[in-house]
């Protein structure tokens, strides 16, 4: 095992109803700057709740955060923030609304050009003004961590930073707040959160046992919770359980003490910054392709997997290594998310592109051994057409 | 699945070496109340790292914390700090010198009886001194919790409280540190992580996915290491999985969202304050003989149990129950931890002093269905005799 420093900050109040508690949580007398996505917690009924708790606060809005969240839309959040000195952000969405609140909490008092926030990956971040969140999309782990992705469309960058700054205080996770999610949405949120656990898992092995055996823990609760949140979406258990997952997923937990991997995240991101896929989409497209390319890099991992989420009982060793990579892929493709650029009406054209943005974003050296190259990602991407 | 709360504000400090961190921990200038045992951490060299990593800090020494903290001894500490107006408190050793610094640090600025702070079971605690540890030797999982436990010979008292206040700032955990340890310490330690997982996960079904693949994770961590533990004392990655085993399986993260038990730990302490008897023996002693008398109300998570953690592949419910004790009771044997009283000489004579102090305590009513009374209770000591 690696050494590694561990520090969960945020308090997390799961559970239903436990909206009514972020009034003990925010600070008497704060002036809240609340932001929003596209309208869905007006028709959910969580913004109703939380204006509703909150009567008394000072209460400036900010909606309009889209999904894969822009920089350009951001800085009109910093400036309203700027303008009205908030003192407090209250984050109300999925993870695109947390990770856009996470920069306009670093950003309302940085001196500089806030771009260099994202570029530089958060290292430039000294401090970044209180975040709540209320999550009503379970998928990227932004409530319980420091991480956040910003994109930039004119430029097609999709980067993420990190600090610790910004890792919200408290985290409301309320499972029936998820009850009306489309299922697309659903189905993207299990495998970003499947994949999280997988670039934490899928390396090589280095004997930390809580670790592997909690990674596993989550890969099986997904994996039978999943469908059912498609077939039940109102079974509360099984919205829990996938909300817990995947806060579990990203917090730390799964992480610490072992190698990561990334790639498949970085090619992702890519893709989404070309083609305007979902984010779940990209990673149900590109993580078989790397299962296959990087089998001997991973084969130790990819046989315990096997064994131990998927129920593969032989001793053959490349027959348990197409058991994951074939029953992955299907998990994925039975959640609804095809996992082939094909099915997405993309071909190799634009590749080139691809490929340079990921030389651009010094992300060429990819993976827990940093093998993947610029000439191992096309490969990737040929083997996801 | 519960509604929970979930706050983790420990940092933890993870692997070899680690001890060096501490000096960027604890605030510049602060005058520090470095407490201790009986004097092991002098013979593992902990002792001297520690003071040559704290160089220029001013610091109060208080050694001689025993197993079982006594208040008596801890009011000694308590005396010392408030003369020397200590600001900072330096726990290194195990859950008793944790356990016993939590309440000094409680106790320094309060105002009144102090053993009220562990009568009211921690709730009089409305301020404390922050506290730092290093950890030499896993079991109670004290250095990531509010939990304490201290004792009071006169009184043959042995009670625990809790408070947020009382959670580590920082925790170092340093495998190397427990290289040393004797193996009665060892085995106890492993014990004790065992039932702490067990009192969370022994229950009923909530349908807590996350929680119960995890406490199993915790499970089958400590029954492939331990024994390698007593057999290979200096095998890092062993101890370094045990140790970061024994304080996930108390920091809350396996107890969240479901119902707990801790009749073991009620019994088991009274135990311990009647005869003397190791909180780890106490532990195997009481723990199958609770699994026995409480096979109906636990009878699902037995079979859970019999099946994810000890590989019982048949479909009778009986025979997995018998499975799920058996295997538990050979364990904590293989650990050199017998499981009846009577191997460590002791027979039904003095129940009625254990069974009065349980009534005293207000624990009559253990278990998580409350339903564990007296006479509850003297039928599962007498099945361990």
């Known amino acids: ?44 009924g969580v913004y109703d709740q939380v204006l509703d708790v909150l009567k008394g606060f000072e209460i400036v809005e900010f909606s309009g955060i889209e999904p894969n969240p822009q920089f350009s839309t951001l800085m009109k959040a910093v400036e309203l923030g700027r303008r009205e000195k908030v003192d407090f952000l209250l984050a109300v969405g999925g993870g695109s609304v947390l990770d856009g609140t996470k920069f306009i909490a670093s950003a309302i008092n940085f001196q500089g050009n806030e771009w260099e926030i994202v570029k530089s990956h958060g290292t430039v ?37 990190f600090s610790p700054f910004v890792k919200p205080q408290f985290s409301v996770l309320d499972p029936t707040t998820t009850f009306s999610l489309p299922p697309r949405q659903t189905a993207n949120g299990v495998v970003d959160a499947f994949v999280h656990t997988f670039e934490q898992y899928m390396t090589y092995p280095v004997d930390a046992k809580v670790q592997d055996r909690f990674a596993e823990g989550v890969f ?57 896929l979902d984010h779940g989409q990209t990673l149900a497209i590109v993580v078989p392709a790397i299962m296959w390319h990087q089998r001997e890099f991973k084969k130790e991992k990819l046989v315990q997997f096997a064994q131990r989420v998927w129920g593969y009982q032989g001793n053959d ?6 058991v994951a990579i074939d029953k992955t892929r299907a998990f994925f493709e039975q959640m609804g998310t095809p996992t082939r650029l094909s099915a997405y009406g993309i071909d190799d054209s634009q590749f080139p592109s691809v490929l340079s943005k990921l030389k651009e974003h010094k992300t060429e050296n990819l993976g827990e051994h940093k093998n993947i190259d610029i000439k191992a990602a096309e490969e990737i991407l040929r083997l996801a057409l």
Chains 1, 2 share one sequence.
Do not use: C
Not at 317 to 322: G, H, L, P, V
């Open 317 to 322: 060793r490349e027959q348990a290594i197409r």
């Open 1 to 44: 095992m690696f050494n590694f420093t561990l520090h969960l900050p945020t308090k997390i109040l799961f559970g239903k109803g436990q909206i009514a508690e972020i009034k003990n949580q925010i600070p008497a007398g704060a002036k809240i700057l609340m932001t929003y996505g596209g309208g869905s917690i007006k028709r959910n």
């Open 125 to 161: 971040i000294k401090s970044a003004l209180p975040i709540g969140a209320i999550l009503t999309l379970p998928a990227t782990g932004s409530e319980m961590n420091g991480n956040a992705v910003v994109s930039r469309k004119e430029t097609q960058d999709k980067l993420g930073f």
């Open 220 to 276: 099986l609760t997904l994996i039978e919770e999943g469908p059912k949140a498609l077939a039940e979406p109102e079974n509360y258990d099984v919205r829990a359980n996938i909300m817990w997952a995947a806060t579990i997923a990203l917090n730390g937990i799964l992480g610490i003490g072992v190698p990561q991997d990334w790639a498949s995240h970085g090619i992702g991101h890519e893709l989404t910054a070309q083609y305007g």
